[in-house]
């Protein structure tokens, strides 16, 4: 890393000495996990570049930004409406962590039974180790599960928080109030940025993110071919950089890569043999740097061939209407398109069990591993459900519960590797 990054880390007041061990634990890890992989296509080069520039070219391009005036947005679940950040022409980043740092420092804060993926950003923060979330000017939370909306009351000490209200159902007067609170977004990100949200802003920002999606909708339709072009673990990458690199440029590079898949499926070639067995994940996200069930599943001799999760297909399946052409009906566009999200905090949420077993008939799934951090509710109680709708389809399920450390690798890969000789 460059002396320029040095000086940028010191003066978002990152504790550099536990930054450095960060960044060289990562860096091995992704060695270990990604670089090892034979065979990965051509694209992923750039995939690897912009890992390896997470926390310096891309928090530089931050910075660049601030400097020429835009405000940057953080975020931590896929409710908050893209759309409108971009209309405001402010930068939105997703600050989910996936890795076990800070975890002491977040105790202090939220209770010890909380999931993993709260203790991780809160731990980020206050052990000084994010440059993101240090470059944020507003960082916007959700009401969605219970530890996230109450860590958010003590986080709010720390950041510049702004919480959207999440309905619990999807009735008409749960639609209003999404509304209403889309429409207080609007109005919040307006006053922050200075910036007015006018019909020709959010009609471009409604492309550029509707852009994304389909680009990372094509690469999920060409993922499944047989034999399975690409790893799992690759495109569960390509999705986690889908948080904070710049949209537009992303969506160029996966096309590309999106490219070169298909040559590969003309060729039938795959990442692994054809009759390797192909198993979909559901349930949380996995943000960066988890990789650890997908390194797992496919070191045992299978490949991960969806993700239904909001680090997956959960935030790729809808898109926003693009025939409105005036604001309010745009708005209504982004309204409706966020309220088809079937995550878990919802009550009922048939249409996550729908999803789930629809999702597995077309992947032509050998088995779905369901995974849920500990400590989560949501997704915890939901996994009963999804067995019995997978059984009825008679697609057999493994049911996971794990968090960030690793001390529990050697328990999982037994049972991952019992699941694949069960379903094989
Ligand atoms: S729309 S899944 S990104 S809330 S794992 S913090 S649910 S206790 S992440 Fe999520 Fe939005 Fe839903 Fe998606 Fe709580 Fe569970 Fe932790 Fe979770």
């Known amino acids: 890393m460059s002396e320029s990054y040095r000086e940028m880390w010191e003066k978002l007041n990152l504790d550099l000495k536990?930054?450095?061990?960060?960044?060289?634990?990562?860096?091995?890890?992704?060695?270990?996990?990604?670089?090892?992989?034979?065979?990965?296509?051509?694209?992923?080069?750039?995939?690897?570049?912009?890992?390896?520039?997470?926390?310096?070219?891309?928090?530089?391009?931050?910075?660049?930004?601030?400097?020429?005036?835009?405000?940057?947005?953080?975020?931590?679940?896929?409710?908050?409406?893209?759309?409108?950040?971009?209309?405001?022409?402010?930068?939105?980043?997703?600050l989910c962590a996936g890795a076990e740092a800070g975890m002491e420092e977040a105790e202090k804060i939220v209770p010890r039974n909380t999931c993993a993926l709260i203790k991780s950003f809160i731990g980020f923060k206050l052990a000084r180790l994010c440059p993101f979330t240090e470059s944020c000017d507003m960082v916007v939370g959700e009401t969605t599960c219970d530890g996230k909306k109450k860590a958010y009351e003590s986080f709010a000490d720390y950041v510049p928080m702004y919480v959207m209200e999440v309905p619990q159902r999807k009735n008409d007067r749960d639609r209003e109030l999404w509304k209403a609170e889309v429409l207080r977004y609007k109005e919040e990100l307006e006053k922050r940025t200075g910036n007015t949200i006018t019909a020709e802003k959010l009609k471009n920002a409604i492309g550029i993110c509707n852009d994304r999606r389909r680009a990372l909708q094509r690469l999920n339709r060409l993922r499944a071919a047989f034999p399975v072009p690409i790893s799992g673990r690759d495109v569960l990458l390509i999705n986690q950089i889908s948080f904070y690199d710049d949209p537009v440029r992303f969506t160029g590079s996966i096309s590309t890569l999106c490219d070169q898949l298909e040559e590969r499926i003309k060729k039938k070639e795959g990442i692994v043999p054809e009759n390797t067995p192909r198993f979909m994940l559901s349930g949380c996200p996995m943000a960066v740097p988890n990789w650890k069930l997908p390194y797992i599943i496919e070191s045992a001799g299978a490949v991960v061939v969806g993700e239904e999760s909001c680090i997956g297909t959960r935030n790729t399946r809808d898109l926003v209407d693009e025939s409105p052409e005036t604001l309010e009906g745009m708005i209504d566009a982004v309204c409706e398109r966020y309220m088809k999200i079937d995550c878990a905090c919802f009550t009922p949420n048939k249409e996550r069990l729908d999803n789930i077993t629809e999702m597995a008939k077309e992947l032509k799934a050998d088995g779905v591993i369901h995974y849920a951090l500990m400590f989560c509710q949501p997704y915890g109680h939901e996994v009963f459900k999804v067995e019995k709708a997978l059984k009825a389809e008679g697609i057999p399920m493994l049911s996971l519960e794990t968090d960030y450390s690793m001390e529990d690798m050697e328990q999982l890969k037994t049972r991952v590797e019992a699941f694949r000789e069960m379903t094989g």
């Open 18 to 94: 536990a930054h450095d061990g960060l960044l060289e634990v990562l860096g091995k890890f992704y060695g270990d996990i990604y670089m090892s992989q034979q065979g990965r296509l051509q694209g992923m080069e750039y995939l690897d570049f912009v890992l390896s520039e997470v926390h310096g070219l891309r928090i530089q391009e931050l910075q660049q930004a601030k400097a020429s005036g835009k405000k940057i947005v953080g975020t931590f679940c896929v409710f908050v409406p893209e759309e409108l950040t971009l209309a405001a022409d402010a930068v939105q980043v997703g």
